[in-house]
Nanobody
Framework: EAQLVESGGGSVQAGGSLRLSCSAS?????MAWFRQAPGKEREGVAG????????YYDDSVKGRFTISRDNAENTLALQMNSLKPEDTGMYFC????????????????WGQGTQVTVSS
């Protein structure tokens, strides 16, 4: 069973940057970052095809967020620039094999999350 551990969350003012990291055990075809704001459903923000290192993004973060994968270290990162208050939420790392998407149903393993708060 895979274990995922996120780190790097924090509080930042709008326009600032944060870098999230996820340490993962095991092999997976797909990994992704999701976020969940209070009272809202969990939504996918960025994913990556692990072997090809091919990223994909939700439109809301394109041009601002960059997902990357270090296959040798088995870590996943999310560089977040030009942060907005609407980016606030708990960020989760996820891994799976079925299908590389931004749908929660396609991922089998989840970390505990790390909080990101962006103030205006």
């Amino acid at each position: 069973e895979a274990q995922l551990v996120e780190s790097g969350g924090g509080s930042v003012q709008a326009g600032g940057s944060l870098r999230l990291s996820c340490s993962a055990s095991g092999d997976h075809d797909c990994m992704a970052w999701f976020r969940q704001a209070p009272g809202k459903e969990r939504e996918g923000v960025a994913g990556i095809y692990v072997r090809a290192r091919l990223p994909y993004y939700d439109d809301s973060v394109k041009g601002r967020f960059t997902i990357s994968r270090d296959n040798a270290e088995n870590t996943l990162a999310l560089q977040m620039n030009s942060l907005k208050p609407e980016d606030t939420g708990m960020y989760f790392c996820a891994a799976g094999w079925r299908y590389c998407s931004l749908n929660t149903a396609d991922f089998d393993y989840w970390g505990q999350g790390t909080q990101v708060t962006v103030s205006s």
